[in-house]
Nanobody, 125 residues
């Protein structure tokens, strides 16, 4: 089992940047593929980005491709999401997630076994 804690959210102007981090407990972090999802008020939770166990494979939603970068540090049990060129429509609660499977159905939230509590990102216009 793994526990996830997000940090780094906040308020930023459109065009700005934020870096989210996810700290994972446990000694088996490297056995999990990781992802980020987000949920805006009144909307479904949607996929943002994912990264495989080794960090060699990444996958992004079309809406963030070229602006967001996902990374992980297995030695430090951390996963990060660098968000650049932020837009008001990026405003949401961002969730870190971990999954036991790797390499398939990256955007399917049902594939993710563990979730963090979320961190708020607000982008003003």
């Amino acid at each position: 089992q793994v526990q996830l804690v997000e940090s780094g959210g906040g308020l930023v102007q459109a065009g700005g940047s934020l870096r989210l981090s996810c700290a994972a407990s446990g000694r088996t972090f490297g056995t999990y593929a990781m992802g980020w999802f987000r949920q805006a008020p009144g909307k479904e939770r949607e996929f943002v980005a994912a990264i495989g166990r080794s960090g060699a494979t990444t996958y992004y939603a079309d809406s963030v491709k070229g602006r967001f970068t996902i990374s992980r540090g297995n030695a430090k049990n951390t996963e990060d999401l660098q968000m650049n060129s932020l837009k008001p429509e990026d405003t949401a609660v961002y969730y870190c997630a971990a999954r036991l499977t790797d390499g398939i159905r990256w955007s399917d939230k049902r594939e993710y076994n563990y979730w963090g509590q979320g961190t708020q990102v607000t982008v003003s216009s």
